[in-house]
């Protein structure tokens, strides 16, 4: 074995080395490749580098004398099942050869864990193209929460697309049924949360400023309209990205999202209505990968469609998908 020059590719803009590197050796471990960096047998046009180091078309990696590993029986990727297939590609609003948008149902999770036997990233092989790389998620929203969910096609984009989304260059849109109406009728919810336990159980809850595990987070809000003062339809926007954190600041409010499983207590679950959280991600309006913004809307689920007839909230059509500005 000798050492290889590898050239980054243009879909591999922007990925971090050790992504990388599971790309392209994935049997290597990180702790093997930190080891390899630190010793400087891995580097970058020359120059020592980190495993956190983002990589840009064109440049050469440098990279030692690496046993290939036999594949083993497990790591061979069952046919997805046609079904599973049909199902997440009927889910799709937008998708061009950079980007999936998908309007995901409420009650399907994002990704695997402690008794989820289904969910989003088991099945994005339903949404590959020949011999293209698998999707990959973006970023995650809540199993109960319906709505946009963005997948980038390649490693190059979702490391472009992860940063827009850490340099909060994306524009979310929520839409939520509360209980109650809050006053007043628009304004931001400046409350810091805090996470409470780990795993499945754990919850996130407002917190003082000076408490030390305090996390910064801030959200607005608007009162599209109300029904007597006992609900509200309220279109909410994230200006950080808190675990939970529109359903608690709705709940820091006075007024929980109807339905909420974890939140607002009782309060949360008047009769009448289909027990389920109404909390809808609308719209994303975003930085596009190859240049310009794509604005991309999703239809309510059934569960909200129905609880808008009964409050006699007119949600109006949803607006096609835009792309303004850029190629590709």
Not at 150 to 166: D, E, I, N, Y
Not at 186 to 214: C, H, N
Request: aromatic share 4%.
């Amino acid at each position: 074995m000798s050492v290889v020059n590898r050239t980054v590719s243009e879909d591999e803009d922007g990925i971090r080395l050790d992504r990388y590197f599971r790309r392209h050796y994935p049997h290597l471990t990180q702790g093997a490749l930190q080891k390899l960096c630190r010793t400087g047998q891995i580097r970058v046009e020359g120059k020592r580098v980190e495993a956190s180091t983002r990589l840009e078309p064109g440049q050469t990696v440098r990279v030692p004398p690496i046993p290939m590993a036999a594949k083993p029986a497990r790591d061979v990727p069952r046919p997805l099942d046609e079904k599973l297939a049909r199902e997440i590609r009927k889910m799709v609003v937008y998708q061009d050869k950079h980007v999936i948008v998908l309007n995901k149902p409420a009650g399907l999770a994002v990704q695997g864990g402690p008794g989820i036997t289904k969910h989003i990233d088991m099945m994005l092989d339903g949404l590959r193209e020949e011999d293209d790389p698998r999707p990959r998620l973006v970023h995650r929203i809540d199993k109960d929460t319906s709505g946009l969910l963005l997948l980038a096609r390649t490693p190059g984009v979702a490391a472009k697309l992860a940063a827009s989304f850490r340099g909060r260059d994306v524009k979310k849109i929520y839409w939520a049924v509360v209980v109650g109406r809050p006053d007043p009728l628009s304004g931001e919810i400046d409350q810091p949360l805090a996470r409470l336990g780990a795993g499945p159980g754990s919850i996130t809850v407002a917190a003082d400023r000076k408490d030390a595990d305090a996390q910064f987070a801030r959200s607005v809000y608007e009162v599209l309209d109300s029904a007597a003062r006992k609900f509200s339809w309220l279109e909410l926007s994230p200006l950080t990205g808190r675990t939970h954190q529109l359903r608690v600041h709705c709940e820091s409010l006075g007024t929980p999202i109807l339905g909420d499983p974890k939140y607002g207590g009782a309060a949360a679950h008047p009769s009448g209505f289909t027990d389920r959280l109404h909390l809808h991600a609308r719209m994303l309006d975003m930085p596009h990968p190859a240049g310009g913004r794509l604005t991309v809307s999703a239809e309510l689920p059934p569960h909200m469609r129905e609880t808008f007839r009964t409050l006699g909230f007119v949600p109006g059509t949803t607006p096609p998908p835009s792309r303004r500005g850029g190629q590709g």
